[in-house]
C-alpha cells in the first residue's frame, strides 16, 4: 500500500521560511516522479513543484526563486524548501508521486501553511 505523509507546515510570518517533507512508503521511490500541489479554500488545486527521476525540476511561476524541491532517494523523501514566504502562499500543500511520465496517481493527506501578513 503506497503512503504518502507530509510534514513540516504550520504557522509563519510573511517573509518567513518553512520547510516541508513527504515520507513514501509502499513504492518504489527512485520510480517515480515527486511533485507538490496545493490548494486553497474554495479553490482548485495548484501545481506547485515537481521533480523528475534524473532530479530536473519545474515550478510555478509565482514560486520560482523562493521554493526549491529536492529529493533524497535513500530517504524516500521530497522536500519543499519554502522562502520570503507571503500570505498568498497559505494554502494546504499535498505531496504527490507519479510512476514514469504517467499521470500523478498518488497524494498525500496534505499540511496546511498559514502565513500571516
Known amino acids: 500500500q503506497v503512503q504518502l505523509v507530509e510534514s513540516g507546515g504550520g504557522l509563519v510570518q510573511a517573509g518567513g521560511s518553512l520547510r516541508l517533507s513527504c515520507a513514501a512508503s509502499?513504492?518504489?521511490?527512485?520510480?517515480?516522479?515527486m511533485g507538490w500541489f496545493r490548494q486553497a479554500p474554495g479553490k482548485e488545486r495548484e501545481f506547485v513543484a515537481s521533480?523528475?527521476?534524473?532530479?530536473?525540476?519545474v515550478y510555478e511561476d509565482s514560486v520560482k526563486g523562493r521554493f526549491t524541491i529536492s529529493r533524497d532517494n535513500s530517504k524516500k523523501t521530497v522536500y519543499l524548501q519554502m522562502n520570503n514566504l507571503k500570505p498568498e502562499d497559505t494554502c494546504v500543500y499535498h505531496c504527490?508521486?507519479?510512476?514514469?511520465?504517467?499521470?500523478?496517481?498518488?497524494w498525500g493527506q496534505g499540511t496546511q501553511v498559514t502565513v500571516s501578513s
Open positions: 504527490a508521486a507519479a510512476f514514469a511520465n504517467l499521470d500523478w496517481n498518488y
Open positions: 509502499g513504492l518504489t521511490f527512485g520510480n517515480y516522479r
Open positions: 521533480i523528475g527521476r534524473s532530479i530536473n525540476t
